[in-house]
C-alpha cells in the first residue's frame, strides 16, 4: 500500500517555461511534505518542505503547494533550467514518527 | 564542514563475500538510517537508528545488519552477498526537526554478481 504517490515517471519541459510535479498521499495523519531532487549516482538533496498548517512555501524558483482536502501536493519550478534535469522525490511524515514515506519520483527533463 | 559521508561510492563484489558499507555524518545527528533504491522504484528504509546502542528494522524486509557504536558511525554489514542484493545503498541523516527532513549521504551502487 503506496502512502504516497507521484503517477508521473517522467516530465519533458522547455527552458524557461515552468516545471509542475505533482504528488498524492493517502494518510492523513502526515504533517510535513518535503521535495528532494536527486542526480544520478548521487544521494537526494534537500529542496523545499511545507506543514500542513499552510498551504503554500516559496523559496526562490521553487514553490510547493499543498491542497489537504485533496491529499495533494505539487512542486512549481520557474522558470526552469537544464541544471534541474533530475528526479524530484516527496517525501511525508508524521511529527514524532522520524521517518519519512518517499513517491517513486518524477524524472525531469528540461530541454535547452 | 558539516556533511555526511559514504564509501566506497561502487562496489562489485562476488556471491558470498562479506561486505560492509560505510557512513559517518559530522553533524551530530542522532537519528540515522540506511534506504535501498532501486532505479524508477521509491526509497524503502530497511535500518534506522535513533541513538548509540539503539537500531531497528524498517519496512523493507533486508539480510543486512546494522551497528551504531559511536554517534557518528552507521556501518551496514552484509555477511554473503547475493545477486539480489544489487542495489543502491542510501545512508542518510536527521536532527529530528521534521521540516529539515533527511541530509542523505552520495550512495553506494552496490553490484553482486
Redesign the interface.
Known sequence: D?Q?KQNS?SLSVQEGRISILNCDYTNSMF??F?W?KKYP??????LI?I?SIKDKNEDGRFTVFLNKSAKHLSLHIVPSQPGDSAVY?C?A?T?GT???I????TRLKVLA | EADIY?TP?YLVIGTGKKITLECSQTMGHD?M?W?QQDP????H?IH?S?GVNSTEKGDLSSESTVSRIRTEHFPLTLESARPSHTSQY???S?S?T??????????T?LTVV
Open positions: 503506496q504516497v515517471p504533517d510535513y518535503l528532494y549516482a548521487e544521494g537526494p538533496t534537500f518542505s506543514s522525490f517525501a511524515t511529527s522520524y521517518k519519512y518517499f513517491g517513486t519520483g | 559514504q561510492r537519528k538510517y534506504y524508477g522504484m521509491e526509497l528504509l534506522y535513533y542510501l545512508c542518510a536527521s529530528g521534521p521540516v529539515y527532513g533527511y541530509t542523505f549521504g552520495s550512495g551502487r
